[in-house]
């Protein structure tokens, strides 16, 4: 939930736009931010149906970002009920519910059958520290 919590926190200065109620369709700003080096102000796309944002985060993450909880707040929607079932506890439990097996000596070990993989060794990187090929210019900083 810590994700969650932190994207609950930022709707504060974000302001909801209604672009198309029927289809779901909003647009959310985030105010100026001095202290992120003149970031903010931005304009994000959300479609509140079909949960995804103009930021990726929603659909990356399967977390409601700031701007899809100020959507779904402006909704009276639980923003939490849109986090996606793969963060639940039953989920997580189940991940685990199978009995594991105890790994044999690497002796037991069968050979496996199939394609080699071998390395390119033009990729491979040549020991010692890489040449730097940046040029030094003699401005005068230093």
Same mark, same amino acid.
Request: aromatic share 10%.
């Given at each position: 939930?810590? /994700?969650?919590?932190?994207? =609950?926190? &930022?709707? $504060?200065?974000?302001?909801?736009? +209604? ?43 399967? /977390?409601?970002?700031?701007? =899809?909880? &100020?959507? $779904?707040?402006?909704?009276?929607? +639980? ?64």
């Amino acid at each position: 939930m810590g /994700i969650y919590t932190k994207n =609950a926190q &930022k709707i $504060l200065g974000h302001t909801l736009r +209604n672009f198309n109620h029927e289809t779901g369709v909003y647009q959310v700003v985030t105010p100026y931010n001095d202290h992120r080096g003149g970031g903010g102000n931005h304009s994000h796309e959300v479609h509140a149906f079909a949960r995804t944002c103009g930021c990726g985060k929603w659909q990356n993450i399967k /977390i409601p970002c700031s701007h =899809a909880i &100020k959507v $779904l707040q402006g909704l009276h929607f +639980n923003a939490t009920s849109y986090i996606d079932p793969c963060y639940s506890l039953d989920n997580a439990i189940q991940t685990y519910a199978h009995q594991f097996e105890v790994i044999k000596s690497e002796s037991l070990w069968k050979d496996v059958r199939g394609p080699r993989w071998v390395p390119d060794p033009q990729l491979l990187r040549a020991k010692g520290r890489p040449v730097k090929s940046r040029i030094r210019n003699d401005c005068g900083f230093r």
